[in-house]
């Protein structure tokens, strides 16, 4: 859904109307509220609101997955070191 000129409000308005535009969002629409002609901050339902975390929280466990099977892959190629003979690499470069 996108966002029309009617749903852009000054924040002079918004103050003024809180309780209206409370229900416009409640209703399904969202706004945009702008602060010296800039936008500002959004107005969206609670519920919106945790859908689109929960849509975050699942793009965020998706990409761990990808990043899971890249390593998974790069093991079975023998792309890895063992852990403590690469720390114990890195410590004898810095000591060099």
Do not use: C, W
Request: aromatic share 4%; net charge neutral.
């Amino acid at each position: 859904m996108g966002i029309a000129a009617s749903d852009v409000i000054p924040l002079s308005h918004a103050r003024a109307n809180f309780s209206e535009l409370a229900e416009e969002v409640k209703g399904g629409a969202e706004k945009i509220i702008t602060k010296n002609g800039e936008s500002y901050v959004a107005l969206i339902d609670a519920q919106r609101l945790d859908y689109y975390h929960q849509l975050e929280r699942e793009r965020i466990h998706l990409l761990l997955i990808d990043e899971a099977g890249k390593g998974i892959d790069d093991v079975a190629a023998g792309r890895v070191k063992d852990a403590r003979s690469a720390i114990a690499s890195l410590k004898r470069r810095r000591s060099a």
